[in-house]
């Protein structure tokens, strides 16, 4: 089916309830967080990035893409470099977990039956499938069982040939990528005008020990709150991070919601 717009909230009921009442329409539901990504990128990074993937996606396989959840889950010191860092906002785990239920459980009720839930926040993943788990649990109780959820990170679709093309250099890991090298470029390609490439500082690849404490140790965060440099980003690699992105995500859905 298509739509007049990929965005579920900008049509009206009677239009919205035509696409989905059946069950045909995907849903996709980019989620993200409000967390620092250094010192020259603003708070949203993690909701820009798999809003825009859910808005490129969308119109190739039919589907709506939902509202943003705007907050994600505490920033882990090894991934988005902690969450005692200014600007890093964010839910207990338990509310996460609930958010998703409910929403999850609402677009069941207007008759959805394949949600894609478009990760942008790596600290989410276990909170989203237990969402996932306890809505289809309550919607079994209710006799609904045909419904169907896909997870995806974006940055999981990536493959070798691109990363080589990418990091000639060597690939630190996604762990250390925040705010380094995937999310800027992403970010030049698409929102040159929130990036401070001027103020980004370029600092080795953060280390850690095999083991975490809390309270954190600040001091094992790298000063920049980037976990690795942005110094090699550039709108070129942002443009082959959304076309391989995308092309991804769109065989991945074609395939789990034929
Ligand atoms: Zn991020
Ligand atoms: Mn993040």
Redesign the pocket.
Known sequence: MKHETAFASELTWPDYHAAVHNGGTPILIPLGSM?Q?GHHMPLH??VLLPTEFARRVAPQIGALVAPALTYGYKSHQKS?GGNHLPGTTSLDGATLVSALRDVVKEFARHGVRKICMVN??FENSWFIIEGIDLALRELRWDGITDLKVVVLSYWDFVHKEAIAQLYPGGFPGWDVE??GVL?TSLMLALYPQHVHLDRAMDHPAATFPPYDVYPVKAEWTPCSGTLSSPKDASAEKGQILLEVCTKGIVDALRTEFA
Do not use: L, N
């Open positions: 967390e990504h990074v993690d988005g942008g926040h925040h705010g999310e």
